[in-house]
Structure formats: C-alpha cells, structure tokens
C-alpha cells in the first residue's frame, strides 16, 4: 500500500525557513521522480518542485527558484524541500508525490508565512 506522510509545516514570519519532510512507503521509492506540490483552499494544487530519481538536481516554478531546494534520502524514503526566505505567498499546505504512481496523496503539511 502506498503511503506519503509529509510533516514540518508551521508559522513563521517572512524571512524565516522551514524544512519540509515526506516520508513514502509500499512502492519502488528510487523508481520515481518525486513531486512537491502545495494548495490553497479553493484552489487546485500547484507543482511546486521535483526531484530526480537518483536525487541529482531539481527542477523548480520561478517564484520559488533560489529559495526552496528539493532533495532525496532514497535509503530513507524519504524527500525534502527546503525552503528558505519564505514570503505570505508561500503559505499553502504542501504535499508530496511519486510521479506516475496514480492519485495517491497523503494529508500534506500546512505552512503558514505571515507577520
């Protein structure tokens, strides 16, 4: 059974950072690329990030390059997004994802920017 636990959300002020972490179980982890995406209410989820399969490099949308770093553990299941200079756009709740592997998403993790 595929499972995405994401976790390391929180409220912080404009500037601050934040590491997120999902942790992926019952698939081939290093077989995937693996996605962040994040949400607003009311709005569809915006690919954020992505990270190869062997973790070699990232792709990301413009407003987060230089600011958010996407990253891979493949011993650990596990992705990250580090994200630094955070900005109230920002302020979503993000989720992970294993490219490809269907629409399998777990409960994300909230963050929240403001001052």
């Known amino acids: 059974q595929v499972q995405l636990v994401e976790s390391g959300g929180g409220s912080v002020q404009p500037g601050s950072s934040l590491r997120l972490t999902c942790v992926a179980s019952g698939f081939s982890f290093n077989s995937y690329v693996m996605d962040w995406y994040r949400q607003l209410p009311g709005k569809e989820r915006e690919l954020v990030a992505a990270?190869?399969?062997?973790?070699?490099?990232?792709t990301y949308i413009d407003s987060v390059k230089g600011r958010f770093t996407a990253s891979r553990d493949n011993g650990k299941m596990t992705v990250y997004l580090e994200m630094t200079n955070l900005q109230v756009d920002d302020s979503a709740v993000y989720f992970c994802?294993?490219?490809?592997?269907?629409?399998?998403w777990g409960r994300g993790t909230e963050v929240i920017v403001s001052s």
């Open positions: 990270v190869a399969r062997e973790g070699h490099g990232g």
């Open positions: 994802k294993a490219r490809g592997i269907g629409a399998i």
